[in-house]
């Protein structure tokens, strides 16, 4: 004889898969999803445009400033 059990099983919340974010529209279709990795990629994308922007600050402070090139001959002036 089979034992019937009238209490069904609670699923086990598995804490290890980390988190999802997912936004639905008014309609409930699913409009974007924000997962753990998209996180991670955007701090490391910050992390690299502030590297390269105090780079680019720093270049720019110690190279020589760009001077106009003197004009080879006069400009013609307009009579009226």
């Known amino acids: ?12 919340l598995n804490t290890d898969e980390g988190w999802v974010v997912q936004v639905y529209g008014g309609n409930r279709r699913l409009l974007w999803v924000l997962e753990p990795s998209h ?3 955007f701090l490391i994308g910050c992390g690299v445009g502030l590297l390269l922007a105090v780079i680019w600050v720093n ?5 020589p400033p760009l001077e106009p090139t ?5 400009p013609a002036l307009q009579v009226d």
């Open 70 to 74: 003197p004009p080879t001959e006069p």
């Open 59 to 63: 270049a720019a402070r110690y190279s």
């Open 1 to 12: 004889m089979n034992q019937f059990e009238s209490r069904q099983s609670q699923p086990k």
């Open 39 to 41: 996180g991670w990629i």
